[in-house]
């Protein structure tokens, strides 16, 4: 700046010069220096761009480390969504063990009811004998026949009672054997369920562990983004310092980029407007439901990351709140977990947004979801887990169709101390 205001400073002086002695040659020559001085600026912007792209080259060949941790995310991700699964079928396998144990004990509870009734009969029956002497003589029953019609009648009885008196003590041994059998069996579903307890416990241990060492990972992560983002911003820097040489430039610069920008945001309204009336009542796929409490808002390319960086709308430092999956619109999106809606409705550069509250194992949490294009929930109503809200849209401070997904621990706040990254929770 000082610069041109040197520079200027001299262009005056020289038109004075020109205007008392009326000599051409003296503007020619300033004109002349000029055009030189702008040529020598116009070099030294190029050398300058050249060397900060340079290092802006040097900074995108570092971010092929952030796609490691990325990477390395995607698979712990994957191991504690199997981790989930086998603990949902070891719990199952405990719920269908204590059905089968349950049913065991009211098996055997009616088995010695059947064996003490038989028991009490049997225990009449020698308490009969007894009382006559001791024993009964089938052969005096047949004996003291009036006739052979008699003689028949009393045979048949007889055997009957005699039939009756196998068949009890039959059964008597089989529902004995069964019961013997059935507590044995309880004996090992038992021991069944114990193991699987143990099996339960080593695998929510396993899957805190691996919740952990993402943690680690995600913190290398935001490590790694702030050292980039502190090295873009000296280039920033040494960017803006060069546009002030030429601060006229720079407005008319600035001005055609408002054009222009308007000229793309008509244009992209159109085409939002038309791609939503060729979505309508068209239905999308929506995304698969993960194990666990949280699951995936939505289907897209994981396009921004949680973190501080260049607003591109409104070109300055701002601390990003959430993760941006790119998607067309009309792409529907889900509640990431079971909760509560709060808000539904617009709100400043968030455009058309849902914010829901949840609660899980005693802690609360809010999930943000922005720039929709339609939202199909209302205030106060109870959403399950990957049911659809709403649909990716591009409304509010946004440059290009996409949902915005934030999580806050507790409630939502416009200063955002709140908001977590949300790779810590939910698989992209």
């Known amino acids: 700046m000082k610069k041109n205001r040197f520079m200027m400073a001299g262009v005056i002086a020289v038109l004075l010069l020109s205007s008392i002695v009326g000599t051409t040659d003296a503007i020619a020559n300033t004109l002349d220096d000029l055009k030189k001085e702008q040529k020598q600026n116009d070099q030294k912007k190029s050398d300058l761009k050249s060397s900060i792209q340079t290092k802006d080259n040097a900074i995108k060949a570092t971010k092929t480390e952030i796609q490691k941790f990325l990477d390395?995310?995607?698979?712990?991700?994957?191991?504690?969504?199997?981790?989930?699964a086998n603990i949902n079928r070891v719990i199952d396998n405990i719920n269908k063990t204590n059905e089968e144990i349950e049913a065991l004990r009211a098996s055997i509870k009616d088995l010695e009811k059947?064996?003490?009734e038989r028991d009490e009969v049997l225990r009449e029956r020698v308490r009969a004998m007894q009382v006559k002497g001791g024993k009964v003589s089938y052969v005096d029953v047949l004996l003291g026949a009036?006739?052979?019609?008699?003689?028949?009648?009393?045979?048949?009885?007889?055997?009957?009672?005699?039939?009756a008196d196998r068949d009890i003590m039959r059964k008597q041994k089989e529902d004995m054997d069964q019961l013997e059998a059935e507590k044995a069996l309880v004996e090992k579903?038992?021991?069944?369920l114990q193991d699987n307890k143990a099996q339960l416990e080593k695998l929510k241990a396993g899957l805190e562990a691996k919740k952990q060492e993402k943690n680690k990972?995600?913190?290398?992560?935001?490590?790694?983004?702030?050292?980039?983002?502190?090295e873009k911003k000296s280039l920033e820097e040494d960017y803006h310092?060069?546009?002030?040489?030429?601060?006229?430039?720079?407005?008319?610069?600035?001005?055609?980029?408002?054009?222009?920008?308007?000229?793309?945001?008509?244009?992209?309204?159109?085409?939002?407007?038309?791609q939503e009336a060729a979505q309508a009542g068209k239905p999308g796929s929506l995304p698969n439901v993960s194990n666990g409490f949280w699951t995936k808002p939505a289907n897209g390319r994981y396009s921004s990351s949680f973190g501080w960086r260049i607003h591109p709308i409104y070109g300055t430092k701002k601390q990003h709140r959430g993760a941006d999956l790119a998607a067309p619109i009309g792409t529907p999106v889900v509640a990431a977990g079971d909760g509560v809606v709060n808000y539904a409705g617009?709100?400043?550069?968030?455009?058309?947004?849902?914010?829901?509250?949840?609660?899980?194992?005693?802690?609360?949490?809010t999930t943000v979801y922005a720039h929709l294009s339609q939202i199909n929930v209302?205030?106060?109503q109870v959403v399950d887990k990957g049911g659809r809200i709403g649909a990716v849209g591009n409304t509010g401070a946004s440059t290009g169709p996409h949902l915005h997904f934030e999580m806050h621990i507790g409630n939502w706040t416009a200063s955002g101390p709140s908001a977590v990254n949300p790779l810590r929770y939910v698989s992209f």
Do not use: C, P, W
């Not at 052979?148 to 009957?160: G, L, N, P």
């Not at 995600?218 to 983002?229: G, M, P, T, Y």
């Not at 008319?252 to 308007?262: D, G, L, T």
């Open 114 to 116: 059947k064996i003490a």
């Open 378 to 380: 209302s205030v106060g």
């Open 217 to 230: 990972v995600i913190d290398q992560l935001e490590a790694e983004q702030e050292r980039l983002s502190k």
């Open 189 to 192: 579903k038992l021991a069944e």
């Open 241 to 274: 310092e060069a546009i002030e040489v030429e601060a006229e430039l720079e407005k008319k610069v600035i001005a055609e980029q408002k054009r222009i920008a308007e000229i793309a945001r008509k244009e992209a309204e159109r085409k939002r407007k038309e």
């Open 146 to 163: 009036n006739s052979f019609a008699d003689f028949i009648d009393r045979f048949s009885a007889v055997t009957t009672l005699m039939d």
């Open 346 to 365: 617009k709100m400043g550069g968030y455009g058309n947004v849902i914010m829901i509250t949840h609660s899980n194992n005693g802690n609360i949490f």
């Open 72 to 84: 390395q995310i995607s698979k712990l991700n994957k191991e504690i969504e199997e981790t989930n």
